[in-house]
T-cell receptor, first 115, second 112 residues
């Protein structure tokens, strides 16, 4: 079975600064996908970024980028130029290839962006 | 385009009562899922379905049943609610096996 660990329950950052959220996972699979989801106070789960394990290039979506280290089983999320609207719970998630889109989630990191 | 809709949004039950949570999607997605979210534990998969008429157990299926009689609907039932089932329940759907999930807005269930 896969496990996903987010070791930072809470983090805070000043507006316009950069913050990195950590995620590690454990799997024996070679083909898989990794995701970061954002959950603002509205409770809606929003996909932030996705990484395919077979791709060496790190995924980027505007201010959001990842540092994917396959050998170390590490998948961190970097948020640049933090905005107040980035305040949310962030979940790292793992999906095994051909698993029917079943996600295994980490415990979450509550990020607060301060003005 | 409503996406994934969950009904109800909030519910309070007494121990031993039963209820059904309804999830409806209008995106013609094949795959549907029920997750529960508890503080400090992320989201955990309860049951899922890979197509109309099919269901399968996830990580934490005990105390829950599901049905997928129509492609667009996925029902989660609690036959005899327990306080341990107090949680926020999320439904999600996806078009195919490796597609990103679309989530509903959640149902907050409290069992007293």
């Amino acid at each position: 079975a896969q496990t996903v660990t987010q070791s930072q329950p809470e983090m805070s950052v000043q507006e316009a600064e950069t913050v990195t959220l950590s995620c590690t996972y454990d799997t024996s699979e070679n083909n898989y996908y990794l995701f970061w989801y954002k959950q603002p106070p509205s409770r809606q789960m929003i996909l932030v970024i996705r990484q395919e394990a077979y791709k060496q290039q790190n995924a980027t979506e505007n201010r959001f980028s990842v540092n994917f280290q396959k050998a170390a089983k590490s998948f961190s999320l970097k948020i640049s130029d933090s905005q107040l609207g980035d305040t949310a719970m962030y979940f790292c998630a793992f999906m095994k290839y051909a698993s029917g889109s079943r996600l295994t989630f980490g415990e979450g990191t509550q990020l607060t962006v301060n003005p | 385009n409503a996406g994934v809709t969950q009904t109800p949004k909030f519910r309070v039950l007494k121990t031993g009562q039963s209820m059904t949570l309804l999830c409806a999607q209008d995106m013609n997605h094949e795959y549907m899922y029920w997750y529960r979210q508890d503080p400090g534990m992320g989201l955990r998969l309860i049951h899922y379905s890979v197509g109309e008429g099919t269901t399968a157990k996830g990580e934490v299926p005990d105390g829950y049943n599901v049905s997928r009689l129509k492609k667009q609907n996925f029902l989660l039932g609690l036959e005899s609610a327990a306080p341990s089932q107090t949680s926020v329940y999320f439904c999600a759907s996806s078009y195919f096996s490796i597609a990103p999930l679309h989530f509903g807005n959640g149902t907050r269930l409290t069992v007293t």
